[in-house]
């Protein structure tokens, strides 16, 4: 089921969606070589209940933390863990604020200390690809038309987007309709109307879109061992075009 929210249902989640996007902020000054994926979820969960917000996430299908802190080939999922971040690692920290019952859901993707040629440009073409998909989120257009203009640019860039993962319909609830696949046709699948608020997350692979699953049941990582990165905002169709809930101001 998909529910339309009202101006008043997107407002709120606006404000969920600034909090949201102040912990990234801050999260660009806290990761630096020599801190663990530990010290990120201690970090942003305090931020949460600091200024009156709870992370929807921990619970959420028997997932234990406030993050994911996914690092280099692990896709997304990753544990928050002791292990010591080195320099030119790349970071992708996802979470889900619930403000006054309002939810926001954002990923956003760190190199620890100066990043690698590589890292930088697979940073740099996620990112694009992710605004590249909003642009298409528009009243009328289709699911299709999200994910293909997402596609044809990565793998246009010599990348790969990941299949098995995708974005979502948020609130009430963390994952709701409709599914937002990061590759497809144009002109396809469901047509979207105003009123919905959805996820756009793009993970983008340097090797092959193709996954495996770690034994904690929830870690996906590249089967090859290659990189991967991933940019998510969260967004409201509205009449006058998509208003990203999560924007950081700047990025």
Known sequence: MITLKSQREIDAMAEAGALL???????????????????????VEKYMLDHGATPEQKGFEGYKYATCVSINDEICHG????????????????????????LADSCWSYSVGEPTDEV???????????????????VGNRIGDIGHAIQTYVEGEGLSVVREFIGHGLGP?????PAVPHYGEPGKGLRLKEGMVITIEPMVNTGTWKSKLDNNGWTARTQDGGLSCQYEHSLAITKDGPIILTHQGDE
Do not use: C, S
Not at 26 to 32: A, N, T, V, Y
Not at 80 to 98: C, S
Not at 173 to 177: I, K, N, R, V
């Open 79 to 102: 544990f928050p863990r002791k292990e010591v971040l080195n320099e030119g690692d790349l970071i992708k920290v996802d979470m889900v604020v619930n403000y006054k019952g309002a």
């Open 120 to 138: 930088k440009r697979l940073m740099d073409v996620t990112r694009t690809a992710l605004y590249k998909g909003i642009e298409q989120a528009q």
């Open 173 to 177: 609830t963390l994952h709701e309709q």
């Open 21 to 43: 996007a102040d912990i990234h902020r801050e999260l660009r000054g806290f990761i630096k070589p020599g801190i663990t994926g530990w010290d990120i979820e201690e970090f």
